[in-house]
């Protein structure tokens, strides 16, 4: 078990270095800085996609009290108390960093944009190695993943070099759905995983679709808030898992017992449809 798991950490490790050879730097455009909505109310610039980061804040500080709190989540791992309170520390620290970040969109201020949603990545990251592959492995990496997102951050301030952040912000994109799709789960309501990844990937859209949206919209609303209010929904998602779910019995993966379930379907149709031919009389010839 330890030779396997030091081979797929030298493997990810010797394709890294690869990518960060054979692929050229990527540096931080200026354009991301121009947004869509500019204006400004009650003397706030940006005010729009500044003061919608505020359900970060609302949600991230409920998730840190439910954490806690008579233990409403259940929560029974320590590593998974760890895990779930980096997660919403990062959440409630989102709305800070991108407020302070949208008045006065510039470089500088991006790191402490970014900072906090990285902290959130790495820890979801964590805490599926934690249900879904090892308990032990899971709560030693928390750490060494926090600190890999935050040096991916730091190289691209002094390097101007966004390859190890854009990694750390793809992977567990790609990586996160197909573990709840894939692996065991150790917990019920798994599909909840899936409606969170959803709704980032509807943010991201709106994301990139920032100035196309304001026009469709009649100059009413911006992509980029709407990325801020749907990202918000994602953490919701994950507290009504961990409010709902209980210790899975039966630990099957979601691919696998959605292949059972088409295949109990179709063998209950095939039932109803030979039923219905036998009920039919034979003609007389």
């Known amino acids: 078990m330890k030779y396997r798991t030091v081979l797929v950490w030298a493997v990810a490790i010797l394709c890294f270095v690869v990518l960060m050879i054979v692929t050229p730097a990527i540096p931080q455009s200026e354009e991301y800085h121009d947004f869509a909505d500019k204006r400004e109310f009650f003397g706030i610039p940006n005010t729009l996609n500044v003061i919608s980061n505020f359900p970060f804040l609302v949600i991230g500080l409920m998730g840190l009290v439910l954490c806690y709190y008579g233990n409403y989540f259940k929560l029974s791992l320590q590593g998974e108390i760890w ?110 995983w899936l409606w969170a990844a959803a709704f980032y990937l509807l943010a991201k859209i709106e994301e990139a679709e920032d100035k196309p949206i304001y026009k469709l919209t009649h100059h009413i609303v911006s992509g980029h808030t709407l990325k801020h209010l749907f990202a918000a929904v994602v953490p919701v998602f994950l507290m009504l898992m961990l409010a709902k779910r209980t210790t899975e019995t039966n630990r099957i993966s979601l691919f696998r017992s959605w292949k059972i379930s088409r295949v109990i379907i179709k063998a209950n149709e095939i039932k109803v449809e030979s039923r219905g031919y036998s009920s039919v009389p034979d003609e007389e010839s």
């Not at 599926?128 to 032990?136: A, G, K, L, Y």
């Not at 750390?168 to 799709?181: E, G, H, K, R, S």
């Open 83 to 192: 895990g779930w309170t980096c997660f919403f520390i990062g959440v409630a620290a989102v709305s800070f960093g991108s407020a302070y970040y949208h008045l006065e969109p510039n470089d500088a201020r991006l790191v402490w944009d970014r900072l906090p949603m990285t902290v959130a990545f790495t820890s979801l990251i964590a805490i599926f190695i934690i249900e879904r592959i090892d308990e032990r492995k899971g709560t030693m990496s928390i750490i060494p993943l926090l600190l890999v997102g935050i040096i991916s951050i730091l190289y691209w301030r002094f390097f101007d070099d966004l390859r190890p952040y854009g990694l750390v912000q793809f992977v567990p994109c790609i990586a996160l759905p197909l573990m709840a799709l894939l692996l065991p789960p150790m917990y019920t309501h798994s599909t909840y």
